[in-house]
């Protein structure tokens, strides 16, 4: 199993749980972003500069991507992209995108994008918390008991 990390707006916490996770279980993380990315040195943790441009990140998170990888993702349609290739994608908030739930999100997404273009302060997510942190390391362990490395 490969972990993969949409790294351009994937939150520090979040990162620093996977580096622990990759040393700890001896899994592979590739951070994928557009700029350039500092990581600890391993053998287990990879950073992947891309070019800039929308959505190259997540094209290349896609291309790589194989069935039961995880993909680490808020951006929704990278995670629907994802499941599509048959592996699993998690938000840094502890949410996993699945097959059954993919669709309200792209819905819920593209009226949130409708209500925006039309001028409606739709006011952002909100601020990252010790809970989302939790509530994503969990999952995370579950996943991996389930489907990984334990």
Same mark, same amino acid.
Request: aromatic residues 8%; charged residues 25%; glycine residues 6%.
């Given at each position: 199993?490969?972990?993969?990390?949409?790294?351009?707006?994937?939150?520090?916490?979040?990162?620093?749980?996977?580096?622990?996770?990759? !040393?700890?279980?001896?899994?592979?993380? $590739?951070?994928?972003?557009?700029?350039?990315?500092? $990581?600890?040195?391993?053998?287990?943790?990879?950073?992947?500069?891309?070019?800039? =441009?929308? @959505?190259? /990140? %997540?094209?290349?998170?896609?291309?790589?991507?194989?069935?039961? @990888?995880?993909?680490?993702?808020? @951006?929704?349609?990278?995670?629907?992209?994802?499941?599509?290739? =048959?592996?699993? /994608?998690?938000?840094?908030?502890?949410?996993?995108?699945?097959? !059954?739930?993919?669709? !309200?999100?792209?819905?819920? +997404? *593209?009226?949130?994008? %409708?209500?925006? *273009?039309?001028?409606?302060?739709? =006011?952002?997510?909100?601020?990252? *918390?010790? /809970?989302? +942190?939790?509530?994503?390391?969990?999952?995370? @362990?579950?996943?991996?008991?389930?489907?990984?490395?334990?």
């Amino acid at each position: 199993m490969q972990i993969w990390v949409d790294a351009d707006a994937c939150p520090g916490v979040i990162k620093d749980i996977l580096f622990r996770l990759a !040393e700890r279980l001896e899994i592979n993380v $590739t951070l994928v972003a557009n700029k350039l990315l500092r $990581t600890p040195p391993s053998r287990y943790i990879k950073a992947l500069q891309v070019p800039s =441009g929308f @959505d190259v /990140a %997540d094209q290349e998170i896609v291309r790589l991507a194989q069935t039961g @990888d995880l993909v680490i993702t808020a @951006d929704i349609p990278l995670a629907a992209d994802a499941l599509e290739k =048959g592996a699993y /994608a998690l938000n840094p908030r502890g949410e996993f995108y699945t097959k !059954e739930n993919i669709r !309200e999100f792209l819905s819920m +997404r *593209s009226f949130m994008d %409708d209500l925006r *273009s039309g001028g409606v302060d739709t =006011g952002g997510p909100a601020p990252f *918390s010790q /809970a989302d +942190r939790q509530m994503f390391a969990n999952q995370l @362990d579950r996943h991996l008991t389930r489907y990984g490395k334990q």
